[in-house]
C-alpha cells in the first residue's frame, strides 16, 4: 500500500474573514444581472459559496457535503481511501 501525507502549509483565515467572504459572494449571487460575469465565472461564485456555506456550518446549503460525498464515493471505486491526513491506495485499503 503505498501512502502519501498531506499537511497544511497555509494559515487558515479568521471567521470574520470567511464570514465577509461569504457575504460578498451572496452579494454577488443576489445582483448577478448587477455584476455582469458570465456563466461560467457565476458558476464558480455559486461554488466558492457552497464552500464556504459549509465552511460556516449554513445548513440551508448542501450542495458542497454532497459534492464530497460524491468525490469520496468516486476515489474509493478507483481504490483510493483518505483517511485523516493520510492517502492511501492499493488494494489493502480499509473501506
Not at 11 to 22: G, L, M, T, W, Y
Not at 69 to 84: C, P, S, Y
Request: aromatic share 8%; proline share 3%; net charge negative.
Amino acid at each position: 500500500m503505498s501512502e502519501k501525507k498531506f499537511t497544511a502549509s497555509a494559515i487558515v483565515p479568521s471567521e470574520s474573514e470567511v464570514q465577509r467572504a461569504h457575504k460578498l459572494l451572496i452579494s454577488v449571487i443576489l445582483y448577478q444581472e448587477l455584476m455582469g460575469f458570465t456563466e461560467e465565472q457565476f458558476a464558480d461564485i455559486l461554488a466558492y459559496a457552497s464552500v464556504l456555506c459549509w465552511l460556516l456550518g449554513h445548513d440551508h446549503n448542501p450542495t458542497f457535503p454532497c459534492n464530497l460525498a460524491v468525490i469520496e464515493e468516486r476515489m474509493q471505486q478507483k481504490g483510493l481511501l483518505l483517511t485523516g491526513d493520510t492517502l492511501y491506495r492499493g488494494e489493502g485499503r480499509v473501506q
